[in-house]
């Protein structure tokens, strides 16, 4: 307990030289962005065609499995749900590449 104490009063004794640290060594922005809009807009324009990619693979796994069950339901049922799962992320990945279009420009037309 006296270690939790003693941690966070050292903390916060050295939280304001930890704040003010970047001013003072001269450290540029290394992201290039300036607001949060342009971080989480990069961030989808990085990730997104990375997961469309892996839900396409994925759908045509489900499809392979379907095709190769043989018969069996569990092996039929599996790709099933691989085909489900992979088009519920393929649709979460379609939502917010349109939501990192939408929000900017629903801010745009609210601010004017």
Do not use: C
């Not at 930890?18 to 989808?44: M, W």
């Not at 279009?101 to 745009?108: C, G, H, N, V």
């Amino acid at each position: 307990m006296k270690s939790i104490i003693s941690t966070t009063l050292l903390g916060l004794y050295l939280f304001p030289f930890f704040a003010t640290g970047a001013e003072f060594t001269g450290l540029k922005n290394p992201i290039g962005s300036e607001n949060f809009d342009e971080v989480i807009q990069g961030v989808v324009g990085f990730l997104v065609p990375f997961g469309m990619a892996i839900s396409v693979i994925m759908i045509l796994y489900g499809g392979f499995q379907m095709m190769t069950s043989g018969g069996d339901p569990n092996k039929h049922g599996a790709g099933r749900k691989t085909l489900l799962w992979a088009a519920v992320g393929l649709a979460i990945l379609i939502s917010a590449q349109a939501g990192g279009i939408l929000i900017p420009a629903l801010k745009e037309f609210f601010q004017s």
